[in-house]
């Protein structure tokens, strides 16, 4: 059945690239089991696209999808984020029969096929507001049926964030109360933010972090970005595992 079975990234822009490749080799490095996809649009250079062709199992190319909602983005504070609409083609990989997606930001730091024992759709509280789940880890099944329902959704309510999580967590609106199955422990989606309003928990249970998510407009690979303290071990981690792939790989600002 495994190898039915995938891991998914996107990647829209040269420097989501690098973060992709990181999500790679961190899966591969920890052995896991499981196909490892990537979703890309057209527009990530050539250069890019061969590097990625090396590292994943499969490199899908999508139509990009923008959810154009300028005024719920500016809420969020996060105008490029409409583009995270592209990530609802995950659905449509239906030679997988189930799927943990993780963003282009996130670290793997321990084997975690585990999570294919689990449904769609779980995954883990958000910090910001812990009655939805965050879009940033999430186990699926692909199905073109629920892709299309989704399309729909986003026709019909839109995103109440312009973005994927918005619009996913209106979507699977039963999350928070239905089965406490499809809640994944926050370490398994560690994020900075968190780790900032709560020390205390972090400094407890931090070391058992098994993916670290890189939320928010500081991305380990841009450049004049302050991180918290107690991130920036995670982000010389993260440097750690990209340049142990290739002395190759570009470096993309
Ligand atoms: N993404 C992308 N290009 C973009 C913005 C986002 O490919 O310009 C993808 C990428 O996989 C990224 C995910 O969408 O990890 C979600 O965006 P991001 O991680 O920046 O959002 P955050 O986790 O900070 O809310
Ligand atoms: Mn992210």
Redesign the pocket.
């Known amino acids: 059945m495994s190898a039915a079975e995938a891991f998914v ?5 040269d420097p ?1 690239c690098m ?2 490749t990181v999500v790679a080799s961190s899966l591969r490095r920890h052995g896991t089991t499981r196909s490892i996809v990537v979703m890309v649009t057209t527009n990530i250079s050539e250069e890019w696209r061969h590097t990625l062709e090396e590292v994943f199992d499969e490199v899908i190319v999508v139509d990009e999808m923008d959810s154009e909602d300028h005024l719920r983005l500016s809420w969020l504070g ?1 105008p ?2 409409g ?2 609409f ?2 609802i083609h995950c659905w449509t990989l239906t030679q997988y029969s189930k799927c943990v997606f993780l ?3 996130t670290l793997v730091l321990c084997n975690v096929d585990e999570l294919f024992d689990r449904d769609e759709l779980s995954a883990a509280p958000d910090p910001g507001w812990p009655d939805c789940f965050n879009s ?1 880890v999430f186990v699926f099944r692909p199905s073109l049926q629920t892709h299309d329902r989704l399309l729909d959704h986003a026709l019909q309510h839109g995103s109440f964030d312009g973005g994927d ?1 918005g619009l996913l967590n209106s979507f699977f609106s039963s999350w928070s109360v239905e089965d406490i199955h499809k809640h994944l422990p926050f370490i398994y989606n560690l994020s900075a933010t968190s780790v900032y309003s709560y020390l205390p928990a972090f400094h407890q249970f931090g070391h058992n972090a098994k993916i670290v ?1 890189f ?3 500081a ?1 380990p690979w841009s450049s004049g970005t302050s991180h918290s303290h107690t991130m920036e071990g995670f982000v010389s981690l993260w440097w750690k595992e990209y340049l142990s792939q290739t002395s190759s790989l570009p470096v993309t600002q």
Request: hydrophobic share 30%; net charge neutral.
């Open positions: 990234t996107l990647a829209t822009t989501y973060g992709a996060r490029e984020l583009i995270t592209t990530k963003d282009a930001d940033g999580q998510h939320l928010g407009p991305k």
